[in-house]
């Protein structure tokens, strides 16, 4: 099993939608969640994190974690064309500040 | 802000040269800083993890004397891939964890080596 699941997409949605993405990690010790975004041939840009359970909001961005279920969760709301990219889910691990990420899903928004 | 810069953006080199990537932090000091690599459609892999003065600690796999780390400061930290070859060829990308920020990693922009 892999340490931080995401699936691979591409996720299409219309411009204007809600955009769901997801993301499940294996380390029932893990503290700290993160989005990245990362467009094509450049580095990943951090988007939030979270390391409470619940929501957390940031304009159009809404990260939600379940550290019961071992999911985490960022819904882009009013989806821009400029918001189509990967979407990296990163975890640190509850031993070290490695920071885990999945292979990323890549989002396509549709004008 | 947080910015991390990285220097090349872009390098091409000869199979058996060396080639050297510096990272730098420019508006902060960071603890400690991070060197990944990222195969295209592939996700990031951490390759090592550097401290300032002290030695970097190399994820399992990578090869502690083909890509030598120095962190020399707070806000420097270079990655030399030595007797570089095709399969080298990769995005190479840092990242540094701002002090006093706690797990907050923030990115350079990235080193694309090209190994003909």
């Known amino acids: 099993q892999k340490e931080v699941e995401q699936n691979s997409g591409p996720l299409s949605v219309p411009e204007g939608a809600i955009a769901s993405l997801n993301c499940t990690y294996s380390?029932?010790?893990?503290?700290?969640f993160f989005w990245y975004r990362q467009y094509s041939g450049k580095s990943p840009e951090l988007i939030m994190f979270i390391y409470s359970n619940g929501d957390k909001e940031d304009g159009r961005f809404t990260a939600q974690l379940n550290k019961a279920s071992q999911y985490v969760s960022l819904l882009i709301r009013d989806s821009q064309p400029s918001d189509s990219a990967t979407y990296l889910c990163a975890v640190i691990g509850g031993a070290t500040n490695k920071l885990i990420f999945g292979t990323g899903t890549l989002l396509a928004v549709q004008p | 802000g947080a910015v991390v810069s990285q220097h090349p953006s872009r390098v091409i080199c000869k199979s058996g040269t060396s080639v050297k990537i510096e990272c730098r932090s420019l508006d902060f000091q960071a603890t400690t800083m991070f060197w990944y690599r990222q195969f295209p459609k592939k996700s990031l892999m951490l390759m090592a993890t550097s401290n300032e003065g002290s030695k970097a600690t190399y994820e399992q796999g990578v090869e502690k004397d083909k890509f030598l780390i120095n962190h020399a400061s707070l806000t420097l930290s270079t990655l030399t891939v030595t007797s570089a070859h095709p399969e080298d060829s990769s995005f190479y990308i840092c990242s540094a964890d701002r002090q006093g920020s706690a797990d907050t990693q923030y990115f350079g922009p990235g080193t694309r080596l090209t190994v003909l």
């Open positions: 380390d029932r010790g893990s503290q700290s």
